[in-house]
């Protein structure tokens, strides 16, 4: 019987969303060619995530659990997984394209001979093989792209591919295994930033500042505003390259790669580096005062505007509107 593998990520405790989004579009693509569903998790934590990864469509979860394998280190997880896909041979194997996921997939592609497909935004069978949608040159462009041979292998944008309905019933089979930890570099220690800010590449709502704010000490009502929402933050090129807010919260093609529900842009004109990042949003809000700004060609709505006007407002409307809400 065919076989789908999926990577699953975790942090600080807990499964991230999109190794729940890679099980369930797993799920979804093993229903026309009739595969199982296997999901290969690393770490001490992981035996805590086996009911979730099964309640999404798990039917076999791969247990790597050895103490060394506590912090995610680039050869020994490669080396699991790859030794998963060699054992099971599926005809596809998903991983999350998180940093993580962009670290790995590459490594554990090269290890088993698959070909990769980065960054994907669809999946579908055609005729009983997989074909992948993914966005190219800056997302000016997208392709539709199809594998030769197996397995096929692919790494999808978060966001995306929608979270299935769990099923507590479902009881996955586990499977323990044990790798080789050796490595030619090894984490020594971690230092979190900015602790309690919710993750871009995951979240649901981002707000984002760019140089219309014109300085640093006028970041704080896109902060401000993100905060009543519930909502994270993001920025631009300019605004991180100014030494505004840190690298983290870059959006965009040397940034990150985000596809929220709702993505509101403050000030920030739209250069296509920035959109490569975001224009994959559902609903996109700009806010510029410049009417002919290139954000407003990508924007559900617009807002011509005076954003040190309209921030303020928006801040006090967001908490009354969301303060019924919770």
């Known amino acids: 019987m065919p076989t789908i593998v999926t990577y699953a990520e975790h942090r600080d405790g807990r499964l991230r969303r999109p190794s729940l989004e890679a099980v369930s579009a797993a799920?979804?693509?093993?229903?026309?060619l009739k595969a199982t569903v296997?999901?290969?998790?690393i770490g001490s934590e992981g035996e805590a995530f086996i009911g979730d990864l099964g309640a999404h469509g798990a039917?076999?979860?791969?247990l790597f659990d050895q103490p060394e394998l506590a912090a995610y280190a680039?050869?020994?997880?490669?080396?699991?997984?790859?030794?998963?896909?060699?054992g099971e041979k599926p005809s596809a194997v998903l991983v999350p394209f998180t940093a993580m996921g962009k670290d790995l997939a590459p490594r554990v592609a090269a290890r088993v001979g698959a070909g990769l497909v980065s960054d994907c935004i669809a999946l579908e069978v055609k005729e009983g093989r997989l074909q992948a949608r993914r966005p190219m040159y800056a997302g000016k462009a997208y392709a539709t792209v199809r594998w030769e041979g197996?397995?096929?292998?692919?790494t999808?944008?978060?966001?995306?591919?929608?979270v299935g309905s769990p099923d507590a019933a479902r009881k996955p089979e586990v499977r323990k295994g044990t790798v080789d930890t050796t490595a030619r570099a090894k984490v020594a220690a971690l230092h979190a930033t900015a602790a309690?800010?919710?993750?871009?590449t995951e979240a649901q709502i981002i707000v984002s500042g760019g140089r219309g704010l014109k300085g640093p000490e006028n970041f704080h009502l896109v902060e401000s505003l993100a905060a009543a929402m519930g909502a994270a933050v993001g920025a631009s090129r300019a605004v991180v390259d100014a030494g505004w807010v840190d690298h983290q919260y870059q959006v965009g093609q040397t940034g990150k790669t985000v596809s929220p529900?709702?993505?509101?842009?403050?000030?920030?004109?739209?250069a296509i580096q920035h959109l490569a990042g975001m224009s994959s949003s559902k609903y996109i809000v700009a806010i510029n005062k410049d009417a002919d700004a290139p954000i407003f060609k990508v924007a559900n709505y617009g807002v011509v505007g005076d954003l040190f006007e309209l921030l303020p407002k928006l801040t006090e409307a967001a908490k009354a509107y969301f303060a019924g809400k919770r």
């Open 27 to 32: 799920k979804r693509l093993a229903e026309p």
């Open 38 to 41: 296997q999901a290969v998790v």
């Open 150 to 154: 197996e397995p096929q292998m692919a």
């Open 156 to 162: 999808l944008r978060p966001n995306v591919f929608p």
């Open 59 to 62: 039917d076999v979860v791969h």
């Open 196 to 200: 309690g800010k919710l993750e871009l």
């Open 74 to 86: 680039t050869e020994p997880y490669a080396r699991a997984v790859a030794q998963v896909v060699s």
């Open 261 to 270: 529900s709702l993505y509101v842009a403050c000030g920030i004109s739209g």
